[in-house]
């Protein structure tokens, strides 16, 4: 009878955790069928988890700026890709491809990063 209690147990906790952990690892705030590329200079670049951020001043036509805030992977991931909490710092030059937010808001989920002379940051990138 106490394992049956502890079946159940563990099955509840289970359920009431799953939804979570599938809503954290949803893109669906994100257009996957759009590309948008940012030129811009790195504002910040946040190596945390769960997952790195990078920010990104992009001077617009009219002399105007935005900030866009780009969701990268985890630390975890983009150091298997040759990234490193180094790789980009304030003031540096880039080229940025990510899938914009559907909400329209000066965001969207990383694609490739290039540095000012076109190569891929942290290694080859699709």
């Known amino acids: ?17 799953a939804p979570r952990a599938f ?32 920010e990104v001043k992009v001077v617009n036509d009219d002399g105007s700026s935005d900030n866009w805030m780009v969701e990268m992977l985890s630390p975890n991931v983009l150091g298997r890709m040759g990234w490193n909490r180094a790789s980009l710092r304030p003031g540096d030059q880039v080229k940025v491809v990510l899938h914009p937010a559907r909400s329209g808001a000066k965001g969207g989920n990383m694609v490739s990063v290039e540095d000012k002379n076109g190569r891929p940051i942290g290694g080859p990138q699709q």
Do not use: C, E, Y
């Not at 209690?5 to 955790?17: C, D, E, F, M």
């Not at 030129?39 to 190596?47: A, I, L, R």
């Open 1 to 17: 009878m106490k394992s049956a209690r502890q079946v159940r147990t563990l099955i509840l906790l289970l359920a009431l955790t």
């Open 23 to 54: 809503a954290h690892h949803s893109f669906a705030a994100f257009d996957d069928t759009k590309l948008v590329t940012l030129n811009g200079t790195v504002s910040q670049f946040q190596w945390t988890n769960p997952h790195a951020w990078l």
